[in-house]
């Protein structure tokens, strides 16, 4: 079996896992568990929502009660529910979850994607990916590059990753690699993050070792220090810095903003190093993904 049939092989699979995990979290509304306590977001097939308190659940149907009246909905017109907490609102107004807190722009943080969530991320119109959560703290992502993959020599990109792990109060801790390949060749990095603050604003920082499948292993690290600021319901600001061993280090800085929707996000922002700066173009690079979550 040559490489390339090798590769659909393995997409097929994470298809197959993305269809079997999706199918994991339609959970019938009768056999939820409402109390009074709580503020339910209610999505309904047609994509309306209602945000408010549970009062009453009957065969068919279930009754909550907002700011201003009670409604009553059929479940059978319901396609999701999900329990908002107190932090999720901002002066008065619901702010909904992040939808893309495991990632800046190539780097991940050590919050980690819940088992059975999912995204999938396009970057500059031609590397694609699709991450999927296996366990509350495993995910795995797997890619490739459109120009390669049509030039008949494809590079497959695994990133594999353990996180969410709580090592003290607003401190995470995470790692993994980031892997590519190309016929019967390897390289990557192995990486470790610690990652401090919320979802909503955080910094992490990260040391990982390139290695290949010739044998070499870096005797000197990567260092990444990456940070994000949600300061409004739809933009946050993201920024994602690596220092690069060669003679020295050489330095690579990005910032930008994310503009995201409940399941959406597009960053757009610039790349810079000193030989960008000096031999490319003064203000840097300009790097755009765009993210679905699922």
Same mark, same amino acid.
């Given at each position: 079996?040559?490489?390339?049939?090798?590769?659909?092989?393995?997409?097929?699979?994470?298809?197959?896992?993305?269809?079997?995990?999706?199918?994991?979290?339609?959970?019938?509304?009768?056999?939820?568990?409402?109390?009074?306590?709580?503020?339910?977001?209610?999505?309904?097939?047609?994509?309306?929502?209602?945000?408010?308190?549970?009062?009453?659940?009957?065969?068919?149907?279930?009754?909550?009660?907002?700011?201003?009246?009670?409604?009553?909905?059929?479940?059978?017109?319901?396609?999701?529910?999900?329990?908002?907490?107190?932090?999720?609102?901002?002066?008065?107004?619901?702010?909904?979850?992040?939808?893309?807190?495991?990632?800046?722009?190539?780097?991940?943080?050590?919050?980690?994607?819940?088992?059975?969530?999912?995204?999938?991320?396009?970057?500059?119109?031609?590397?694609?990916?699709?991450?999927?959560?296996?366990?509350?703290?495993?995910? *795995?992502? =797997?890619?490739?590059? !459109? $120009?390669?993959?049509?030039?008949? @020599?494809?590079?497959? %990109?695994?990133?594999?990753?353990?996180?969410?792990?709580?090592?003290?109060?607003?401190?995470?801790?995470?790692?993994?690699?980031?892997?590519?390949?190309?016929?019967?060749?390897?390289?990557?990095?192995?990486?470790?993050?610690?990652?401090?603050?919320?979802?909503?604003?955080?910094?992490?920082?990260?040391?990982?070792?390139?290695?290949?499948?010739?044998?070499?292993?870096?005797?000197?690290?990567?260092?990444?220090?990456?940070?994000?600021?949600?300061?409004?319901?739809?933009?946050?600001?993201?920024?994602?810095?690596?220092?690069?061993?060669?003679?020295?280090?050489?330095?690579?800085?990005?910032?930008?903003?994310?503009?995201?929707?409940?399941? *959406?996000? =597009?960053?757009?922002? !610039? $790349?810079?190093?000193?030989?960008? @700066?000096?031999?490319? %173009?003064?203000?840097?690079?300009?790097?755009?993904?765009?993210?679905?979550?699922?």
């Amino acid at each position: 079996m040559n490489f390339t049939l090798k590769r659909g092989g393995l997409l097929l699979f994470i298809v197959c896992i993305t269809m079997g995990i999706y199918a994991q979290k339609q959970v019938k509304i009768q056999y939820l568990d409402f109390n009074t306590t709580d503020i339910y977001k209610i999505t309904m097939k047609d994509e309306s929502t209602y945000m408010g308190n549970f009062v009453a659940k009957k065969d068919s149907t279930i009754i909550i009660s907002t700011k201003s009246t009670t409604i009553e909905l059929l479940t059978k017109d319901i396609a999701s529910v999900k329990t908002i907490s107190e932090s999720s609102f901002v002066n008065g107004k619901y702010w909904f979850p992040n939808p893309h807190p495991s990632r800046y722009f190539f780097s991940p943080s050590a919050f980690n994607l819940k088992k059975g969530e999912g995204y999938y991320q396009n970057i500059y119109g031609t590397i694609n990916s699709v991450t999927l959560g296996l366990s509350d703290h495993f995910t *795995l992502g =797997v890619g490739t590059e !459109l $120009i390669s993959l049509f030039s008949g @020599n494809p590079v497959l %990109i695994l990133t594999p990753k353990v996180g969410g792990y709580n090592i003290a109060p607003k401190w995470k801790a995470g790692g993994g690699a980031i892997l590519a390949t190309g016929g019967s060749e390897f390289f990557g990095i192995g990486y470790g993050i610690v990652t401090q603050g919320r979802e909503d604003r955080n910094i992490t920082f990260g040391l990982g070792w390139a290695f290949s499948s010739e044998g070499t292993l870096a005797t000197r690290p990567v260092v990444t220090v990456s940070g994000m600021s949600r300061f409004r319901k739809n933009i946050a600001f993201v920024t994602e810095n690596w220092l690069i061993p060669a003679d020295g280090y050489e330095p690579f800085i990005s910032f930008g903003l994310r503009f995201f929707g409940e399941n *959406l996000a =597009v960053d757009v922002a !610039l $790349i810079n190093s000193p030989v960008i @700066n000096s031999e490319i %173009i003064p203000i840097g690079i300009p790097y755009i993904d765009f993210v679905y979550k699922f």
